[in-house]
């Protein structure tokens, strides 16, 4: 197990699920770990358990819903004027969303503004924190589910054709195209100090696709018996974070902790830059240009 004792950490969407078993993981290994959550309450009660399995009291609370930019503009000026650095930030949070659309205090359909538009404005926001590390990790979760994304950027909003599922998987599929973005621009600039990588936790039994409502919650209620823990589903987003082996990788997707290749017609550099250019107008943050 690493010795995190000297890491300050950043979990997103970590009171349930894969978020909280990785936050609680790399607390136990001794990491100061920040919790940003929706909920006040959850993020209290996740808190206390999480200082009450890691041994210490390094666990902090940021409260921000990532679809709302305001919020996670307030939250990231919080985290930027109490720590003098980010050593991991772990993008978890995202969800599918019902079977009608619905929009975000912005504006943005809230798929895409919770899954793939804040996580990007978290990250530019806190990127010179990154910076300041000697070695710092970006590990976005994305999943399997990018095989059935039908991205259209001229559409990128679902105001002409809206699925829950589309919605999701495309999300899953910016999330890693952010990625592979991403690592070629720290490597175009010469900034080595900053990795980042993307994982598919697996298929895991948690509430996850319970809030989507109609056929989507029956079909992952009648999955559940045959989806994996999770605990299991973390190991990859845990292993990304902290393991040595992995240190100087950048712009991969992982899965079970191996590397996989990225199978999608979409999957291009041409898109994955127009994706950035996109993210950063709709946000209004701009970084590593």
Do not use: C
């Not at 056929?215 to 999955?223: D, E």
């Amino acid at each position: 197990m690493p010795d995190l004792q000297q890491q300050i950490v950043l979990v997103t969407g970590a009171t349930s699920g894969i978020g909280q078993v990785t936050a609680t993981e790399l607390a136990k290994m001794g990491a100061h770990v920040v919790i940003l959550a929706r909920n006040a309450d959850k993020a209290e009660a996740t808190q206390r358990e999480m200082k009450a399995a890691a041994g210490h009291q390094r666990v902090d609370v940021l409260l921000a819903d990532l679809a709302d930019f305001s919020q996670v503009r307030r939250a990231a000026a919080e985290f930027n004027a109490r720590y003098p650095r980010l050593d991991v930030l772990v993008n978890n949070a995202g969800l599918i969303f019902g079977a009608q659309r619905q929009l975000s205090p912005d504006g943005h359909e809230l798929g895409v503004a919770t899954n793939h538009l804040g996580p990007f404005l978290l990250t530019a926001l806190l990127f010179d924190k990154l910076r300041a590390s000697p070695a710092a990790r970006i590990v976005n979760l994305a999943s399997e589910a990018y095989r059935v994304a039908k991205p259209n950027l001229a559409d990128f909003q679902s105001e002409r054709n809206y699925g829950a599922m589309r919605v999701y998987g495309n999300t899953k599929l910016y999330n890693i195209l952010f990625t592979q973005e991403l690592a070629r621009r720290l490597r175009s600039q010469g900034i080595a100090n900053v990795t980042t990588n993307a994982v598919h936790p697996g298929v895991v039994a948690t509430s996850f696709g319970a809030s989507a409502g109609g056929w989507l919650s029956k079909l992952t209620a009648l999955a559940r018996p045959f989806m994996i823990s999770v605990e299991k589903g973390a190991e990859t987003s845990i292993f990304l974070a902290s393991a040595p082996e992995v240190a100087s990788i950048s712009g991969g997707f992982f899965a079970k902790k191996k590397a996989e290749a990225v199978k999608h017609p979409f999957n291009t550099p041409e898109h994955a830059r127009q994706l950035w250019e996109l993210s950063e107008e709709l946000t209004g943050a701009r970084f590593l240009d």
